[in-house]
């Protein structure tokens, strides 16, 4: 690769990320203001799932679509993303004049994840077009960079206080700017078109082994990662209290949160280096082993001293997100450079729908067996998840090993 093409490369992934952290910040808009909310508007225990899991059943609606029609391999990808970005952030600025406790406040968070299903999946087959050897790498950048995203409304909820107002409108401001990047970029010497939608795209992910096996790991990280990441907040807040003062409990749980969300963001990136190195496989079922028992150690502790449940949180969320974009890379990997964007969505699209279940049982199941019960339930997913990737994680051994020569 030249001086000028590596510029390039560095700085449209640049862009990227920049755009990822500021578009996904929009996902977990009402999770991080969802205490004023609930004061505000009197919500009860479902309404308030169901602001959380409507983005989720959005996103799998959105990322259905994109991926029966084809359109990010068809169409140019930075103007799907840039017009998703702008779109979710119309849809959360509307929440300022649509009353929380309503139908339609549900809806508008549903049609923010159907947008946002145009901004992740076919952001990593932008930056799956920038190169094949550190396609690991690569694909953490943006993983890391929508963690970040997800972190960020804790943070301004820490900052804004009870005004959620001015934390709805800073968030979608910053979303619409990070669309407008993504028109800046340019395309990888490894993107690929589709000239038309091919029906392959979708029974790959069945007939190729290794798409199968990276889904079946994929969908055992999601039944965790989402769940922890809408709950953990509401978790600590209740086990907190048990310690500290309500008010400040609340605080420290949303700096908490942020901490241990953005800290996950951080390491992706870094396992994404390794896994070049190492094998994509084997840090995903690594990634996965650690964030199992983090989940099952943080259900122990909580109502337990207040730094050691932050240790394990701290954890947890360094290792429950490495995972997920190994996943896509190995996706990526066994696909057809024209199919890419297709097989990405779908496999995010069946993740998600999963997500919408966990995310929307996880309070109510909390309800009823406590919140450190619903925590140790989630250490499931990644026990399922390393045995599905066990092929992948042979194949890498025979790979190192010499046994193979094809990638």
């Known amino acids: 690769m030249s001086t000028a093409e590596r510029n390039r490369k560095r700085r449209s992934l640049t862009l990227l990320v920049i755009a990822e952290v500021l578009a996904m910040g929009l996902w977990f808009m009402t999770a991080g203001v969802l205490p004023e909310l609930r004061t505000e508007f009197g919500l009860s225990a479902v309404q308030q799932a169901l602001l959380s899991s409507a983005v989720q059943g959005g996103f799998v609606v959105g990322a259905l679509l994109i991926a029966v029609t084809g359109l990010a391999d068809r169409l140019d990808p930075r103007r799907v993303v840039a017009a998703s970005a702008v779109g979710a952030a119309v849809a959360t600025l509307a929440l300022l004049v649509v009353p929380a406790d309503t ?21 990593m087959k932008l930056v799956a077009g920038w190169g094949v050897k550190d396609r690991g790498f690569l694909v953490a950048l943006l993983v890391g960079a929508l963690t970040l995203g997800s972190a960020m409304p804790h943070l301004l909820a820490a900052m804004g206080g009870a005004a959620w107002r001015p934390v709805v ?44 096996a990276a889904y079946g ?5 999601m039944w965790e990662l989402y769940a922890m990441w809408a709950w953990i907040g509401a978790a600590l807040a209740v086990g907190f209290a048990e310690r500290l003062e309500t008010d400040a409990a ?15 963001g951080i390491l992706c990136i870094v396992a994404g280096r390794v896994a070049d190195r190492v ?42 997100v490495p995972d997920s ?38 309070p109510w199941v909390a309800d009823h067996i406590g919140w450190s019960a619903l ?18 994680v042979r194949r890498e051994s025979r790979l190192n090993g010499g046994l193979e020569r094809t990638p």
């Open 169 to 212: 409108v800073i968030a979608s401001l910053l979303a619409a700017c990070g669309g407008a990047l993504v028109l800046l970029t340019d395309l990888g010497p490894h993107h690929a078109r589709a000239p038309r939608f091919r029906a392959r795209a979708l029974t790959m992910a069945w007939h190729e082994p290794r798409i199968r």
């Open 325 to 362: 974009a190994q996943f896509s890379a190995l996706v990526a990997d066994a696909s057809p450079p024209e199919l890419t964007g297709s097989l990405l969505t779908l496999q995010t699209a069946l993740g998600f729908a999963l997500t919408t279940f966990t995310v929307q049982v996880a």
């Open 279 to 320: 094998g994509k496989a084997r840090i995903a079922v690594a990634a996965m082993a650690v964030s199992g028992t983090a989940a099952l150690a943080t259900a122990v502790t909580l109502g337990g001293p207040v730094w050691l449940t932050t240790l394990c949180v701290l954890v947890w969320g360094m290792s429950v």
């Open 375 to 392: 925590l140790a339930l989630l250490a499931i997913g990644p026990a399922l998840g390393i045995m599905a990737m066990r092929p992948l």
């Open 103 to 123: 139908t339609a406040a549900v809806g508008l968070r549903a049609l923010t994840g159907a947008l946002l299903a145009g901004v992740y999946p076919v952001g």
């Open 250 to 264: 609340l605080l420290l749980a949303r700096l908490v949160t942020f901490a241990a969300i953005a800290a996950g």
């Open 217 to 221: 790991g994929y969908l055992g990280h």
